[in-house]
Nanobody, 115 residues
Framework: QVQLVESGGGLVQAGGSLRLSCHAS????????MKWYRQALGKQRELVAS???????NYADSVKGRFTISKDNAKNTVYLQMNSLEFEDTGVYFC?????????WGQGTQVTVSS
């Protein structure tokens, strides 16, 4: 198992930027996928972005060109840089670590975009 701690959420105006961080309790080289999900009020949790241990990234269509997932292996930390934020990006953002024998979630961090 791996423990995950997110930070960096907050309130921002539409068009603004935020950077979320997710610190993992073990080396990112040992985690197959690190992912960011979000869940808006009354909606299902959705995958926003993912990055593999080798650095391959993937994004939901709704955030392509605006969000960037990256990682710092030396710090065991994954980031989600969010630019040109829209009201629809509001929600709780969760960090997720996934592999063939495990899956762990962080506690979530609230992102609120005011229109």
């Amino acid at each position: 198992q791996v423990q995950l701690v997110e930070s960096g959420g907050g309130l921002v105006q539409a068009g603004g930027s935020l950077r979320l961080s997710c610190h993992a309790s073990r080396s990112l080289f040992t985690i197959n996928y690190m992912k960011w999900y979000r869940q808006a009020l009354g909606k299902q949790r959705e995958l926003v972005a993912s990055i593999t241990s080798g650095g391959t990234t993937n994004y939901a269509d709704s955030v392509k060109g605006r969000f960037t997932i990256s990682k710092d292996n030396a710090k065991n930390t994954v980031y989600l840089q969010m630019n040109s934020l829209e009201f629809e990006d509001t929600g709780v953002y969760f960090c997720n670590a996934y592999g063939p024998m495990y899956e762990s979630w962080g506690q979530g961090t609230q992102v609120t975009v005011s229109s």
